[in-house]
């Protein structure tokens, strides 16, 4: 498989700050990772001329993004309803809770279009992943 078959997305909406939206990243990473299929990996374990293991990464590209929260939601609705994309996002209520049962407990009270998204990764095939974001604007320090 090409690098360029498959892409990963991060969104972040715009109204995020800097250290939310690391530590957002960050927690969707590690679900992606965990829930992707094995093809997402590059070599596991490399090695530097001294001998030394360093850990792989991803085999194909992850760049960053950011959007205003309406299209942040609209994004990930679409990207849920693709079944070859796989989605995971990001409500407040993960940055208002401490452990995994009070976060289970606040998505639980609530209807999905209550949920405020701050942010997203899309994990796919590049085109479909383009369909959705290939518009966004790359995030970056402003």
Do not use: C
Request: a neutral charge; hydrophobic letters at 40%.
């Amino acid at each position: 498989m090409n690098y360029e078959d498959k892409k990963i997305v991060g969104i972040i909406a715009t109204n995020v700050e800097v250290s939310v939206a690391l530590n957002v990243i960050g927690h969707l990473s590690i679900a992606i990772g965990k829930y992707s299929d094995k093809e997402i990996m590059g070599k596991p374990i490399l090695l530097d001329k001294s001998n030394k293991e360093h850990l792989g990464i991803s085999k194909f590209p992850f760049i960053i993004t950011k959007v205003k929260a309406s299209k942040l939601r609209s994004a990930i609705e679409k990207a849920k309803s693709n079944p070859n994309l796989l989605v995971a996002d990001y409500p407040k209520e993960m940055l208002e809770t401490r452990t995994d049962e009070e976060l289970v407990s606040a998505v639980a009270s609530k209807e999905e279009e209550n949920l405020e998204y701050l942010g997203a990764i899309i994990y796919g095939n590049t085109k479909d992943v383009n369909e959705i974001t290939g518009k966004f604007q790359l995030w970056k320090l402003e």
